[in-house]
């Protein structure tokens, strides 16, 4: 993956402020919890353009965090600045914040920017892949990693005994006229922490059928209609996968999806005729992908007339096909050699 700089090439020079700017992810479902051979979970995600993470740094006496997540922040610049080998002296203010717990990979992203706008502040060459080993971030999934290093449509080829982050094996761009309407229920988290990892270890072991049907859908439905901006084989395939993966997990999340709200949304998203459709990792974020902005604003009319009082919100959203940038004192720069 592309290091902030290339190890080629010397650093640049320790910059006054720094400001990162990064993506939300999307989990559209593991392609293999079964692991037979050898690899196990898998993922396919997407990069979108809203949530999305603003953050900067500047030169402190000590570690010092403000704005929304700021006792999260604090853990990540003493483990970047130890990382990095470096002070851990910086001032992190928080602009913009991705939703935590809600199904958006908010702790990749924000240990990640964290750490690249340290290593931008002091010069340093900074590879994402080796501090994502550092915090045990993408422990499971490699998306939330690529998504902030490159964007895109994004598969990974799961973890095996090394415990080394999933390698990226597909990267797509996503189409531009398509959109992404989230549907967010603010009232509720998805589960994480300790219930996550309760999770993975109580459940049963994933039909090897399934999964095998899964990396078929992937590799012969999905990706192929990316390339050839196909929306409803691409839906049609994302949805397939949700129920598969989704129904797996309705033990430790009360159903295939995890908030009441949400699975009433994603119901009238089917019965108006939407291909794709479904959660977002642990959720509690529903998704339903549509070919055009007309038909996402028309979708979130429909969903705010047919659930008044619901307590959700719409969000259209673009996938994004470029990761995080970083803007030191020469301009905005992606994460990229």
């Known amino acids: 993956m592309p290091e902030l700089p290339s190890r080629s090439e010397p650093a640049a020079g320790p910059a006054t402020a720094v400001t990162v700017e990064a993506p939300a992810r999307l989990h559209f479902g593991f392609l293999d919890l079964h692991g037979g051979l050898g690899r196990r979970f898998g993922s396919i995600g997407l990069a979108i353009d809203a949530p999305a993470l603003r953050l900067t740094a500047e030169p402190a006496p000590e570690p010092c965090a403000?704005?929304?997540?700021?006792?999260?922040?604090?853990?990540?610049?003493?483990?970047?600045?130890?990382?990095?080998?470096?002070?851990?002296?910086?001032?992190?203010?928080?602009?913009?914040?991705?939703?935590?717990?809600?199904?958006?990979?908010?702790?990749?992203?924000?240990?990640?920017?964290?750490?690249?706008?340290?290593a931008r502040l002091h010069g340093r060459p900074f590879a994402p892949e080796d501090f994502s080993n550092a915090l045990d971030r993408g422990n499971r999934s490699g998306v939330g990693l690529c998504a902030f290093t490159e964007g895109g449509l994004i598969v990974d080829g799961g973890r095996d005994a090394t415990g080394a982050p999933p390698p990226v094996v597909a990267r797509l761009p996503y189409p531009e006229a398509w959109r992404v309407v989230l549907i967010l229920d603010a009232g509720m988290t998805g589960v994480h922490g300790a219930r996550e990892v309760e999770a993975f270890r109580d459940l049963p072991r994933f039909p090897e059928a399934q999964a095998a049907e899964i990396c078929r859908i992937v590799l012969m439905q999905v990706l192929p209609a990316a390339v050839t901006a196909e929306p409803e084989a691409f839906g049609a395939g994302i949805t397939t996968i949700q129920r598969l993966v989704g129904d797996?997990?309705?033990?430790?999340?009360?159903?295939?999806?995890?908030?009441?709200?949400?699975?009433?949304?994603?119901?009238?998203?089917?019965?108006?005729?939407?291909?794709?459709?479904?959660?977002?990792?642990?959720?509690?974020?529903?998704?339903?992908?549509?070919?055009?902005?007309?038909?996402?604003?028309?979708?979130?009319?429909?969903?705010?007339?047919?659930?008044?009082?619901?307590?959700?919100?719409?969000?259209?959203?673009?996938?994004?096909?470029?990761?995080?940038?970083?803007?030191?004192?020469?301009g905005p720069a992606p994460l990229r050699a």
């Open 66 to 118: 403000e704005g929304p997540e700021a006792e999260r922040v604090l853990g990540y610049i003493r483990a970047a600045a130890a990382h990095l080998g470096v002070g851990a002296g910086v001032r992190i203010r928080v602009a913009e914040a991705i939703p935590a717990h809600a199904g958006f990979g908010s702790g990749t992203q924000l240990a990640l920017a964290v750490a690249a706008g340290l």
């Open 248 to 330: 797996h997990f309705a033990p430790h999340q009360g159903g295939r999806f995890a908030s009441p709200a949400v699975a009433r949304a994603l119901a009238r998203v089917a019965e108006a005729g939407v291909a794709g459709y479904g959660q977002s990792s642990w959720g509690p974020t529903g998704f339903a992908l549509v070919p055009s902005e007309g038909q996402a604003r028309a979708l979130v009319a429909d969903l705010e007339a047919a659930l008044p009082g619901a307590g959700l919100r719409y969000v259209v959203a673009r996938g994004r096909n470029t990761g995080a940038t970083v803007t030191g004192g020469e």
